[in-house]
């Protein structure tokens, strides 16, 4: 078992550092009482450029039986926001005259939700 613990930790050794470092700025922010906007806006961006927040997916996805599910349970309702986002974003702009920016803008969407859905099978089949 401490082998196994310590293969995951080899393994995800960048996504630990940077879960850590992103706690203590959030923590260093709340004492002293920095701008809440700004620190999210920073531990956003640094959680995506460095990766961490696929990182502590696949953290998650490891705890047995409840982690694959619990990931499941929150990246479906994802793709329903985005999808709902669209079709509001679609009707306000087809009332205000811009039908073919709606259709360039519809196919853009469901090429990117098929893009996602294609590299997630292949993710799996790999």
Avoid: C, H
């Amino acid at each position: 078992m401490f082998q196994r613990t310590l293969d995951i930790i080899t393994e995800y050794w960048k996504t630990f550092v940077f879960l850590i470092a992103t706690s203590v700025f959030i923590y260093v922010g709340i004492v002293f009482e920095w701008d809440k906007e700004i620190m999210a806006g920073f531990v956003v961006l640094i959680g995506i450029l460095s990766n961490a927040f696929a990182g502590l997916v696949g953290l998650v996805a490891l705890i047995p039986f409840i982690g694959p599910l619990l990931i499941k349970i929150l990246s479906i309702p994802i793709f329903w926001l985005l999808n709902a986002g669209g079709y509001f974003v679609s009707i306000l702009f087809v009332k205000k005259g811009y039908g073919s920016s709606v259709v360039q803008g519809r196919v853009l969407t469901m090429v990117l939700l098929i893009g996602v859905v294609i590299g997630f099978i292949l993710g799996k089949l790999l």
